[in-house]
C-alpha cells in the first residue's frame, strides 16, 4: 500500500523538512505531485489551486493546513462536506500587521505622506502640512482577534485608547469596551479611528458600506487591512469624494491586483498599499510553530491542537 503523503504547496528549509519527516516517519514529503500521487494525499499544506479539483476528489485527504490567517479563498462547503480538516495561519502576520497599521496613522498624523508627496514636487510644504496628535484618538478595532489584540498591545503605549468589536461584543483583554458587530453602526460616531480586521464571511460581506462611512466623524480615519470584500468599495468611492471622513488606507480590495482604472488610484485622501500588511519576518519559523503543533498531534489523534477553522463560520 502507498505511504500518504504530505503535499507542501511552497519550498520550506531543510530543518523544517527534517522536523517533520520526525514527527510523521509514516508519511512521504511531496513540494510536487504527478496523478497518481495527487490520490495519495493526505495533507496538504497550502492549496493549489492547480491541484484543487483532483484533490477534491480524492478519498484519502484529511487535513489542510492554510499558510494564511484568511480561508475565504477555499473550497468550505466542499471540506465540511468530506469531513476535511482545516487550520489556519492566524497570529502569524498579528506584528507585522500591526506595525503597518501604526505606521499608517503616524505617516498620517505627522504629514508624512503628504510632505512624500510635496517632495516629489521639491515644494516646501511647511505652511500648510496636515499634523495632529495620535494620542488620545479613540480607535475602533473591528476584529478583536489575534491581531486586533497584538495591534491593542502595541499602541497602547502611544496614548491611544482602544475599543472593540467582535461578534457578540465579549470582552477582550486590552480593550477598553467591546461591542456586538451588530452594534458597529452605534459605536461609529464615536470613534477617530477604524481599523478593519475582519475574515471573508456572509456576515462580514460589505458591512463597510455607505451606512458606515457617513456615520464618521469628519476627521475620522479608516484603515481596512481584513478582507477585500468587507469593504462596498463603490459606496467608499463616494465616501472618499464627498470627504464624509478625512483619511483611509487600505491594503485589501475587493480584485487584485487594483486595475489601473479603479477610480480609488485617483484619490489624494487615500493611501494604497500592494496586500504588504502581513508580510512577515521569520515567516517560516512562525508557521512551523502553527502546522508541527498540529502535525503532533494529527498522527497522535488524528485531530488539531491550534488554529482549527469552524467550516460553517469560516473561521
Known amino acids: 500500500m502507498p505511504q500518504p503523503i504530505i503535499y507542501l504547496q511552497r519550498e520550506f528549509r531543510e530543518e523544517f523538512i527534517e522536523k517533520i519527516q520526525t514527527i510523521a516517519p509514516d508519511y512521504q514529503i511531496k513540494t510536487r505531485l504527478n496523478e497518481e500521487e495527487l490520490q495519495e494525499v493526505e495533507i496538504s499544506v497550502g492549496w493549489s489551486k492547480k491541484y484543487s479539483e483532483a484533490l477534491l476528489q480524492s478519498p484519502q485527504l484529511k487535513w489542510v493546513q492554510s499558510i494564511s490567517a484568511g480561508v475565504d479563498y ?15 495561519g492566524s497570529g502569524i502576520h498579528a506584528l507585522s500587521i500591526s506595525e503597518h497599521i501604526i505606521g499608517v496613522l503616524l505617516s498620517y498624523y505627522r504629514g508624512l505622506t503628504q510632505a512624500v508627496k510635496a517632495q516629489e514636487q521639491r515644494d516646501w ?8 496628535q495620535l494620542a488620545g484618538k479613540n480607535l475602533l478595532v473591528v476584529g478583536t482577534g ?16 482602544v475599543y472593540g468589536i467582535n ?27 477604524v481599523v478593519g480586521i475582519l475574515p471573508g464571511t456572509q456576515e462580514t460581506y460589505h458591512i463597510f458600506n455607505s451606512d458606515i462611512f ?14 477585500g470584500d468587507t469593504v462596498h468599495t463603490k459606496e467608499l468611492i463616494t465616501a472618499l469624494e464627498e470627504k464624509q471622513f478625512a483619511f483611509a488606507a487600505l491594503d485589501v480590495f475587493e480584485e487584485e491586483p487594483l486595475p ?9 485622501n487615500l493611501l494604497i498599499t500592494p496586500h504588504i500588511s502581513g508580510m512577515t519576518v521569520n515567516f517560516q519559523n512562525k508557521f512551523m510553530k502553527i502546522f508541527l503543533a498540529n502535525l503532533k498531534s494529527y498522527v497522535e489523534n488524528k485531530e488539531l491542537s491550534v488554529n482549527q477553522v469552524e467550516l460553517e463560520r469560516g473561521y
Open 74 to 88: 477555499l473550497p468550505l462547503d466542499e471540506f465540511s462536506n468530506q469531513e476535511i480538516l482545516l487550520s489556519n
Open 260 to 268: 489601473k482604472e479603479n477610480p480609488l488610484w485617483e484619490f489624494d
Open 146 to 161: 489575534h491581531i486586533g489584540q497584538q495591534l491593542s498591545k502595541s499602541i497602547h503605549s502611544l496614548g491611544v485608547k
Open 167 to 193: 461578534t457578540t461584543g465579549h470582552p477582550v483583554e486590552g480593550f477598553i469596551e467591546t461591542y456586538s458587530i451588530k452594534n458597529l453602526a452605534k459605536i461609529v460616531p464615536e470613534m477617530d479611528i
Open 214 to 227: 457617513e456615520k464618521m466623524k469628519k476627521s475620522a480615519v479608516f484603515i481596512n487591512v481584513g478582507r
Open 125 to 132: 510644504v511647511q505652511d500648510t502640512i496636515h499634523y495632529d
